[in-house]
Protein backbone atom coordinates (compact mmCIF):
# COMPACT_ATOMS: atom_id res chain seq x y z
CA UNK A 1 0.00 0.00 0.00
CA UNK A 2 1.33 3.68 -0.84
CA UNK A 3 0.14 6.84 0.68
CA UNK A 4 1.12 10.08 -0.44
CA UNK A 5 1.08 13.32 2.49
CA UNK A 6 2.26 16.56 2.61
CA UNK A 7 4.60 18.19 4.71
CA UNK A 8 2.79 19.54 6.84
CA UNK A 9 0.19 16.51 7.76
CA UNK A 10 3.88 14.42 8.04
CA UNK A 11 4.74 16.85 10.54
CA UNK A 12 2.24 16.72 12.79
CA UNK A 13 1.55 13.09 12.43
CA UNK A 14 4.67 11.45 12.14
CA UNK A 15 4.13 8.95 14.83
CA UNK A 16 0.87 7.43 13.58
CA UNK A 17 3.04 7.44 9.82
CA UNK A 18 5.56 5.79 11.47
CA UNK A 19 3.46 3.27 13.11
CA UNK A 20 1.69 2.85 9.21
CA UNK A 21 5.20 2.26 7.78
CA UNK A 22 6.12 -0.55 10.46
CA UNK A 23 3.06 -2.41 9.15
CA UNK A 24 4.20 -2.27 5.70
CA UNK A 25 2.86 1.31 4.12
CA UNK A 26 5.09 3.26 2.32
CA UNK A 27 4.56 7.08 2.51
CA UNK A 28 5.52 9.40 0.07
CA UNK A 29 6.11 12.65 1.62
CA UNK A 30 5.10 15.79 -0.65
CA UNK A 31 6.26 19.28 -0.66
CA UNK A 32 3.52 21.22 -3.06
CA UNK A 33 2.30 18.22 -4.95
CA UNK A 34 5.90 17.25 -5.59
CA UNK A 35 7.14 13.78 -4.41
CA UNK A 36 10.14 15.00 -1.84
CA UNK A 37 11.14 11.54 0.04
CA UNK A 38 9.81 8.26 0.62
CA UNK A 39 9.64 6.47 3.92
CA UNK A 40 9.76 2.86 4.03
CA UNK A 41 10.54 -0.17 6.83
CA UNK A 42 13.60 -1.11 7.52
CA UNK A 43 14.17 -4.73 6.24
CA UNK A 44 15.95 -6.37 9.17
CA UNK A 45 19.21 -8.02 8.20
CA UNK A 46 19.40 -11.83 8.38
CA UNK A 47 21.45 -13.28 11.29
CA UNK A 48 24.67 -15.57 10.39
CA UNK A 49 24.85 -18.56 12.35
CA UNK A 50 28.45 -18.58 14.43
CA UNK A 51 30.64 -21.42 12.93
CA UNK A 52 29.41 -20.58 9.43
CA UNK A 53 33.19 -21.15 8.42
CA UNK A 54 35.07 -24.41 7.74
CA UNK A 55 38.44 -24.91 9.46
CA UNK A 56 40.59 -24.10 12.67
CA UNK A 57 43.14 -21.58 13.39
CA UNK A 58 46.65 -23.19 14.99
CA UNK A 59 47.79 -22.22 18.08
CA UNK A 60 50.64 -20.64 16.68
CA UNK A 61 48.84 -18.04 16.25
CA UNK A 62 49.36 -16.65 19.28
CA UNK A 63 52.90 -16.66 19.14
CA UNK A 64 55.52 -13.88 19.09
CA UNK A 65 56.16 -12.12 15.62
CA UNK A 66 59.62 -12.62 14.40
CA UNK A 67 61.98 -9.74 14.89
CA UNK A 68 62.06 -8.39 11.47
CA UNK A 69 58.31 -8.80 11.17
CA UNK A 70 57.94 -6.94 14.22
CA UNK A 71 59.71 -4.13 13.19
CA UNK A 72 57.84 -4.02 9.76
CA UNK A 73 54.81 -3.55 11.46
CA UNK A 74 56.42 -1.23 13.78
CA UNK A 75 57.42 1.24 11.00
CA UNK A 76 60.63 0.19 10.76
CA UNK A 77 62.17 -1.23 8.30
CA UNK A 78 62.66 -5.44 8.31
CA UNK A 79 66.30 -6.69 7.75
Avoid at 11 to 19: A, C, F, G, N, V
Avoid at 52 to 65: M, N, R
Wanted: aromatic share 6%; hydrophobic share 40%.
Amino acid sequence: MRKTVNVHEAKTHLSSLLEEVRAGCEIIIAKAGKPYARLLPLEVPSKVPLGFLQGTIPDSIFDPLPEEELRAWEGGSPL
